[in-house]
C-alpha cells in the first residue's frame, strides 16, 4: 500500500509529519538552567525581604535574625532595586511587580522614619528644631545656666559616647576638652576609663559626676557642669545610671541608656532592657524635663524603640535636627553605611537646635554631640 492512498481526498490523507512539526513549534522551550536558579534566588531573597518589611509594618520587632537586620532596614532599598531589575531582565512579570511593590513598602518605611512622632504629641511641641536667638549660657556655661531671675531659656550642650571598652576615651577627653560640652553620657567606661576622666577632665570642669566603675562594657559615667542629685537609674546588665540636674530654675532628669544588644541568643534581655528604659521614660512624662542619651543598640525601625519614645513624650534630637539618617554605628564603615544607635532622646521642654556625630580613634561607634534649649519653668509652649 502507498503512503498515500490515490483513492482517498487529499484532506483525508495521513498528516503525521506536518502535525508533529506543527506541535513541536508551538511547545514551549525549557528556560536555561542559570536563569531557573536566578529566578529562584531572587524568589527566595523577595520572601526574606517581604517577611522583613512586614515586621516593620506590623511594629512587631520578631526574633532571630530580624531584630538585627531592621537596624539596617533603609539600606533594603539597594538589593530590592537590584531584584527588580534582575526580575525584569529575567522576564519574571510575577517577581518583577512583587519587588516594585515590596521597594514601595520599604521606601514608605523610610519616609516615617523621618516624619516619625515629631508633631503628633502636645508633650513635644517645643521639641523642634530651632536657629533662634535666647539668652543664657551657652555650652560650657557655669552651673545654673545663667539665668537670674528665670523666665530665660538656658542653651546647653549634650554629648554622647560610647568608647568600646574604654579603648576610646583619649579621644573622648579630646572632644570634651574641646567642644565643652554641659553634660557628658559615656557608656562601656570601664576602670582605666574612669581613672583618666578624673585624672585628665579637671574636677573645676565638670564638679558634678556620677561614675559606676565596672570592668570591661559594664561600667558607665555622666559628667555635669550643673548639681547633681541621686536618682534612681534603670537595672541592667550593663550600669545605667540615673541623676537629676539642675539647670536653669528646672529640675532635669537625666538617664544614661545602655541596653543589651540583641544579638542572637540575647534578643529577650535585649528586649527585657530596652524595656525597662521605656519604662523609666513613661514613668516620667509629664514630671518636668527629661534627657535619656547613650547607645540604645537600637534604631527607629525598632517597634520596641518606636514604643519608648511614644510612651515617653520624647523627641529625637538627631532627627530634629536633620541628622537622622547619620549612622553611628559600626564606625569602621564610612558614611552613610552603618546604623543609627546613638540617641540623645529629649522631652517637650527643650528645643533642638543642632546635632553632629563625631568620629572618635578606638572605638566603634561615632559620639553624638547636640545643642538643646530648656525652656523656663514660667514659659508657655509655643
Not at 167 to 192: A, M, N, S, Y
Not at 218 to 231: D, K, M, N, R
Not at 293 to 315: Q, Y
Amino acid at each position: 500500500m502507498n503512503a498515500q492512498d490515490p483513492e482517498l481526498p487529499p484532506t483525508a490523507q495521513a498528516p503525521t509529519a506536518h502535525v508533529s512539526m506543527e506541535r513541536a513549534e508551538r511547545a514551549p522551550t525549557a528556560r536555561p538552567l542559570h536563569v531557573r536558579l536566578l529566578t529562584g534566588v531572587t524568589g527566595l531573597f523577595l520572601v526574606g525581604a517581604t517577611l522583613l518589611v512586614g515586621c516593620r509594618l506590623l511594629g512587631v520587632d520578631g526574633v532571630t535574625p530580624v531584630p538585627q537586620l531592621l537596624a539596617f532596614l533603609p539600606w533594603l532599598l539597594v538589593p530590592v532595586a537590584l531584584a527588580a531589575l534582575f526580575a525584569a531582565l529575567l522576564r519574571w512579570r510575577t517577581g518583577t511587580i512583587w519587588a516594585l511593590v515590596l521597594l514601595a513598602a520599604t521606601g514608605w518605611t523610610s519616609r516615617t522614619y523621618d516624619a516619625y512622632d515629631t508633631d503628633d504629641d502636645a508633650s513635644g511641641t517645643y521639641a523642634t528644631s530651632t536657629s533662634g536667638s535666647a539668652t543664657g549660657t551657652p555650652g560650657g556655661g557655669t552651673p545654673g545656666g545663667g539665668t537670674p531671675g528665670g523666665g530665660t531659656p538656658v542653651r546647653l550642650r549634650v554629648l554622647t559616647s560610647n568608647v568600646e571598652f574604654g579603648q576610646g576615651t583619649l579621644g573622648l577627653i579630646d572632644t570634651i576638652r574641646r567642644e565643652k560640652p554641659d553634660l557628658v553620657f559615656v557608656q562601656e567606661c570601664e576602670f582605666l576609663c574612669a581613672g583618666l576622666l578624673a585624672d585628665r577632665i579637671p574636677s573645676a570642669d565638670y564638679p558634678y559626676r556620677n561614675v559606676v566603675k565596672a570592668s570591661r562594657a559594664e561600667g558607665s559615667a555622666i559628667l555635669s557642669v550643673y548639681p547633681l542629685t541621686e536618682a534612681d537609674g534603670v537595672e541592667g546588665t550593663l550600669a545605667m545610671p540615673g541623676s537629676a540636674a539642675r539647670i536653669g530654675d528646672r529640675t532635669v532628669h537625666l538617664q544614661l541608656a545602655h541596653p543589651l544588644p540583641p544579638i542572637p541568643g540575647m534578643v529577650d534581655d535585649w528586649r527585657a532592657e530596652l524595656g525597662a528604659v521605656r519604662t523609666y521614660a513613661a514613668a516620667h512624662k509629664g514630671a518636668g524635663p527629661v534627657i535619656v542619651a547613650g547607645d540604645f543598640n537600637a534604631t527607629r525601625d525598632h517597634a520596641l524603640f518606636r514604643a519608648l519614645l511614644k510612651d515617653g513624650g520624647l523627641r529625637d534630637s538627631a532627627l530634629l535636627a536633620g541628622a537622622g539618617r547619620t549612622p553611628s554605628w559600626p564606625s569602621q564603615l564610612p558614611r552613610p553605611l552603618g546604623a543609627q544607635i546613638d540617641h540623645v532622646l529629649v522631652s517637650g521642654d527643650f528645643s533642638v537646635r543642632d546635632a553632629r556625630f563625631i568620629d572618635l580613634a578606638d572605638t566603634d561607634h561615632r559620639s553624638l554631640l547636640v545643642g538643646l534649649e530648656l525652656r523656663a519653668a514660667d514659659m508657655r509652649v509655643p
